[in-house]
């Protein structure tokens, strides 16, 4: 039809000829770009080891092709390849866009270039013009005017401040409908202000994936390595999977011979510092001056060690920072959305070369001088210290811990080196089977100090010109004081004092002085005879607990405690009755009693204690002549009876002691447990959560047929009671979900059971046969039948 061949296009109308080169051109065009594309593609696959299942997940989140604007953002430990990821992701996805774009490095050129720059490279490179801005709000309006009907992709690498998005992507609307926004960023909570559609964890390698990597950067084949699969496994496993290092150290290696990977491997901390501790400092620099200090403190002592608070001793990492004042929910809510800390199983984790790099700031530019450090924690370091007998002033170390196994000599010398710390503001010492008594306490401690736990403090009293202003928490376990300091101390931030196993303790402080005391703990103080009278009208404290203390006579008279909400006196053998209550105690909360005469508080407990939520009376002793009043415990939601005693009896200062010489199980116990139980029941509020009756030798027909009434009863203990069999249905229970009937010895068969019940313990239930067929509906069952 167009005639014969040979004469090439030039026979062909014009609009052929031309539509011809324009394909031609179209064609070659496309294949440039299709190189291009190859190219870059190649390039970042190179670095994409491992994480093809993390580009999945991060393109299922973008859903290209579905209506409406996407923000996503990636958000991870600087290191963990959040761009090289987005990279690959923009080069697979950005042809399915009118315009698209990658802004990178945000953090870096806003600091040095400012916003404006950056919104005129977003305008330029999706516009394809020269965009000159005046400001940035300028800025803002023009990107929402010209990109409102546009179907975009952006790609806005290493964000590190709310402002930047406010001013590149500021609202979902100032795009057209089927845009993505992938914003990548070390801060989880700038994502979740901005209100982001998606946030998608940068995930780790496993070994198996970091292997790869590895190998691809360290393996050269013309210098092959003998054990190489070994040594390549060693150095991933202190890498963790963080695909920067990986890709550092296997560089590294690359050209090194077998005696050099050897050598290198016993020192690649060292290695690792120059380049990618300095790139994730990035992340450290950003912080504010008191999450700093709360990170380097977590990375130098406190990686592994519980989140949560402690209220009876024990270096609980939460107490401490409570008394350094870092705020630590704020602060650790911010480490954690810069990927700096994790939280695992209730405990402070990180990544090991985020650990090193905490290290790294902290030995700063004297890293083989400890005594130039503002924390020391290594054995090693202090134990030099110490056998070094330094003697000059130190004002760098600001915290110190220790754990020693006792040596002799060693408390004196660490005291010594001690007395030299000018700035110090907290310190935890623990040395175990220590009992020197020659050892020679501290000249001088620093009134800088903030927080102190010290096992086996020497025997000498605190010196005299000890005077902490600052000081938060004081806990002293095993130490050989007699008393704590002479005369009368004022330390008025002080909130936290636990004094645990000091068998030489005789007396506790004046509290007068301890005005803002809010935590008090006395335990196994065995020559304790008087607590201060000034605690019973204390106006701070919030929690007492007090136990076995055997020589304390009396606990004070109450005669204030207006914000006590926890009050513990257990098993001080010597301290006969409850104190008397001169006030009602409205703001306490729990209540437990152990090895006490509370016949008194027994018939007052219900208007004084009205707002009581948790009650424990174990090993106690009542007169049956006096009246119960429980009538004013409406709150109360736990109620633990164990071992109640019904009277003293004459002649014997501990009525139960009589029950251990005659052997009788059966002394008074019948009586107690019908009349005990017949007053008590009506009274409980029907709030009752927890009841637990386990030890009071309850026997057939002695349980109110009334404990159907508590429908809101969750827990029931009933162990160890002498009961065959119980009298009473429980179906009435509906919230009932853990029921405990452990060493009921003479049970013959377990009654029928709510339906919700998920937890049974029945062991050591010796007369038991079968469990029946309804329990099937258990998630936890404990029996042991014969």
């Known amino acids: 039809m167009f005639g014969g061949g040979g004469g090439g296009c030039s026979t062909l109308p014009k609009a052929i000829v031309e539509w011809w080169h324009e394909s031609k051109v179209i064609k070659e065009i496309a294949d440039t770009i299709s190189k291009k594309v190859f190219f870059v593609n190649s390039y970042i696959d190179e670095d994409l080891v491992g994480m093809s299942s993390r580009l999945q997940e991060l393109e299922a989140r973008l859903d290209i092709g579905s209506h409406g604007v996407r923000m996503v953002g990636v958000w991870g430990v600087g290191g963990g390849s959040k761009t090289t990821l987005v990279s690959s992701l923009y080069m697979r996805i950005s042809r399915h866009f009118q315009g698209h774009c990658i802004i990178d490095n945000i953090r870096e050129e806003s600091s040095k270039h400012g916003l404006i720059t950056l919104q005129e490279k977003l305008l330029s490179r999706l516009l394809k013009i020269q965009i000159n801005l005046q400001t940035v709000e300028e800025g803002k309006h023009i990107i929402r005017s010209r990109l409102k009907n546009s179907n975009v992709l952006i790609l806005l690498d290493d964000v590190d401040d709310c402002k930047q998005l406010e ?61 190489y699969e070994v040594l390549s496994s060693h150095v991933v496993s202190y890498d963790n999977g963080l695909p920067l290092a990986l890709k550092i150290l296997g560089s590294f290696l690359y050209d090194k011979n077998e005696k050099e990977w050897l050598s290198s491997l016993s020192r690649l ?89 905490g290290h790294y700031i902290v030995r700063g530019e004297d890293p083989n001088n400890p005594e130039k450090h503002s924390r020391v924690w290594k054995h090693d370091e202090i134990l030099n210290m110490c056998l070094g007998d330094s003697i000059m002033d130190n004002d760098k170390i600001e915290a110190i811990q220790y754990v020693h196994c006792f040596t002799p000599g060693h408390l004196s010398r660490f005291c010594k080196i001690v007395s030299n710390m000018k700035k110090l503001r907290w310190l935890s010492l623990t040395l175990y089977n220590s009992r020197d008594e020659n050892a020679i306490g501290p000249t001088f401690l620093s009134n800088e100090l903030q927080y102190i736990s010290w096992h086996s403090y020497p025997r000498s009293p605190f010196p005299v010109n000890f005077r902490p202003m600052n000081l938060v928490a004081l806990n002293l376990y095993s130490s050989l004081q007699k008393q704590l ?15 645990g196993d000091m068998k030489n303790l005789l007396n506790t402080p004046n509290f007068d002085g301890l005005s803002s005391l809010q935590k008090l703990t006395l335990y196994n103080c065995r020559e304790l005879q008087e607590i201060h009278p000034s605690l019973g009208k204390h106006n701070s404290l919030e929690y007492v607990n007090v136990s076995s203390c055997e020589k304390l006579i009396k606990f004070p008279t109450i005669v204030h405690m207006g914000k006590l909400k926890t009050l513990n006196i257990i098993y001080c053998h010597n301290c006969l009755e409850f104190p008397e209550i001169k006030s009602d105690m409205e703001s306490l909360r729990e209540l437990y009693l152990a090895d006490m005469e509370i016949t008194f508080l027994l018939s007052s407990i219900g208007h004084q204690c009205p707002n009581l939520i948790s009650l424990g009376l174990i090993d106690c002793s009542y007169s049956k002549n006096k009246k119960v009043n429980f009538h004013g ?89 002498d009961f065959t069999r119980l009298d009473f249905c429980l179906l009435q229970l509906t919230r009932l979900k853990t029921f405990t009937l452990t060493d009921c010895k003479w049970l013959i068969q377990l009654p029928e059971l709510p339906s919700g019940i998920v937890i049974l313990i029945a062991d050591y239930c010796e007369s038991l046969t079968t469990v029946g067929d309804f329990y099937t509906n258990c998630k936890w069952l404990c029996y042991r039948i014969t």
């Open 485 to 499: 300091w002479k005369g009368y101390k004022h330390l008025p931030s002080l909130k936290v004092l636990i004094l």
């Open 633 to 721: 415990l409406k709150h109360l939601e736990e109620f633990k009876l164990h071992g109640l005693i019904r009277s003293r009896m004459p002649n014997y200062k501990r009525p139960w002691l009589i029950q251990k010489v005659v052997s009788g199980r059966d002394l008074h116990r019948s009586q107690l447990s019908i009349s005990l139980f017949g007053l008590l029941f009506p009274q409980l509020s029907h709030s009752l959560k927890k009841l637990d009756l386990h030890g009071c030798n309850l026997k057939d027909g002695e349980i109110s047929s009334n404990i159907g009434e508590f429908t809101n009863l969750q827990e029931l203990d009933l162990g160890r009671n």
């Open 167 to 227: 001013a590149l992507a500021g609202k979902h609307n100032w795009f057209g409908s089927g845009s993505r926004i992938v914003i990548t960023t070390r801060d989880e909570h700038l994502l979740l202000t901005h209100k982001v559609d998606f946030v998608c964890p940068i995930t780790l390698l496993s070994h198996e994936e970091a292997i790869l990597l590895f190998n691809k950067h360290a393996y050269k084949k013309d210098n092959l390595v003998n054990d």
């Open 269 to 357: 901390k060292d290695i690792a510092e120059t380049e990618i501790l300095e790139k994730l400092k990035i992340s450290f620099d950003g912080l504010k001056s008191v999450e700093k200090e709360l990170f380097l403190d977590i990375a130098c002592f406190f990686r592994g060690k519980s989140t949560r608070k402690s209220y009876i001793g024990g270096d609980k990492a939460r107490d401490i920072f409570e008394a350094c004042g870092y705020h630590p929910d704020i602060g650790r809510k911010v480490l954690k959305q810069k990927a700096l800390i994790s939280i695992v199983d209730g405990r402070f984790d990180m990544h090991d070369v985020v650990q090193e790099m």
